[in-house]
Nanobody, 121 residues
Framework: QVQLVESGGGLVQAGGSLRLSCTASGRTFSSYIMVWFRRAPGKEREFVSS????????YYAGSVKGRFTISREKLKSTVYLQMNSLKPEDTAVYYC??????????????WGQGTQVTVSS
């Protein structure tokens, strides 16, 4: 059974940092793209960042580029999202996903359950 388990969300003040983790299990993800999405209250889910499990090539949404960094640790089957200079508009539920396709337009096969990030002003 494939599982993606996110952790690391919480409440932080504007300008602060958080690091989200997503630990994958249940299959080999070497051919997959790992993706972070988010859904803010009252808004549609949006793409945040992606990384190729093999090779480590990354891609970012314009709204987070320069502030967020995606990375992966193969031995731990874990993907990270380091979020710096957080803004209130970054408040959302953040979801990890395993996908195929392209870094900029991934097609998701598996979803995590989500972790809440709240940024206070």
């Amino acid at each position: 059974q494939v599982q993606l388990v996110e952790s690391g969300g919480g409440l932080v003040q504007a300008g602060g940092s958080l690091r989200l983790s997503c630990t994958a299990s249940g299959r080999t993800f070497s051919s997959y793209i790992m993706v972070w999405f988010r859904r803010a209250p009252g808004k549609e889910r949006e793409f945040v960042s992606s990384i190729m499990w093999n090779g480590g090539t990354t891609y970012y949404a314009g709204s987070v580029k320069g502030r967020f960094t995606i990375s992966r640790e193969k031995l731990k089957s874990t993907v990270y999202l380091q979020m710096n200079s957080l803004k209130p508009e970054d408040t959302a539920v953040y979801y990890c996903a395993a996908a195929r396709g392209s870094l900029s337009s991934p097609s998701v096969d598996y979803w995590g359950q989500g972790t809440q990030v709240t940024v206070s002003s």
